[in-house]
């Protein structure tokens, strides 16, 4: 579902063709260990009402900080744009591990997906996982390629719109996780 780490990829794709391909690395660093745990019954701890919160307040707020940096150097020149403050493999990471929805979809959803995968033992949980990665690699790097082969036709004024646009979906989405918390 694109959101945040699909946001962080256009602004790294701007930049480096291949940074799909590091955010998914990213994103498996922490994607990964989060099936296993589930796998081996942890799930409960991430559906837990106090873990949501923490979650999403401290999820939220990093987003915000990070949606805050890329609008905050909006206004350079072309070649120069918004960009986060970490490289793509970071990015990765950061975005993942901090994006509250990432850990409510593996709470509900997910964990119907680990039972039925888990149902075919270790082998199917494996298989389950590359497969699921693959399409997430699949997509980041369909992103990041093509945001780098096009912006030869982004004119300054274009750049700066969807990149604001990519600071403005992070900082909204910090928003709404934040005072999700609350309601």
């Known amino acids: 579902m694109p959101g945040?780490?699909?946001a962080a990829t256009i602004t790294k794709g701007?930049?480096?063709?291949?940074?799909?391909?590091?955010i998914a690395l990213g994103h498996a660093v922490i994607e990964f260990p989060l099936m296993a745990l589930i796998y081996l019954g942890f799930a409960h701890?991430?559906?837990?009402?106090?873990?949501?919160?923490?979650?999403?307040l401290a999820g939220g707020l990093m987003l915000i900080f990070m949606g805050a940096l890329m609008l905050r150097t909006i206004?350079?020149?072309v070649g120069e744009a918004a960009d986060l403050p970490y490289n793509s493999f970071i990015t990765g990471i950061v975005m993942t591990g901090t994006n509250p929805y990432f850990f409510i979809w593996w709470a509900t959803i997910g964990i119907a997906l680990i039972a039925a995968a888990g149902a075919f033992g270790?082998?199917?949980?494996l298989l389950f996982a590359v497969v699921h990665w693959s399409c997430d690699l699949i997509w980041e790097q369909f992103?990041?390629?093509?945001?780098?082969r096009?912006?030869?036709?982004?004119?300054?004024?274009?750049?700066?719109?969807?990149?604001g646009i990519c600071a403005l979906v992070l900082v909204g989405f910090g928003l709404w996780f934040c005072l999700s918390v609350f309601l």
């Open 143 to 148: 992103v990041s390629m093509s945001v780098f």
């Open 150 to 163: 096009t912006r030869h036709l982004w004119t300054q004024k274009v750049q700066r719109i969807v990149l």
């Open 122 to 125: 270790i082998w199917g949980l």
């Open 14 to 22: 701007y930049r480096d063709k291949y940074a799909g391909v590091l």
């Open 75 to 77: 206004r350079r020149a």
């Open 4 to 6: 945040p780490l699909t």
């Open 45 to 56: 701890f991430f559906a837990s009402p106090d873990a949501k919160k923490v979650i999403g």
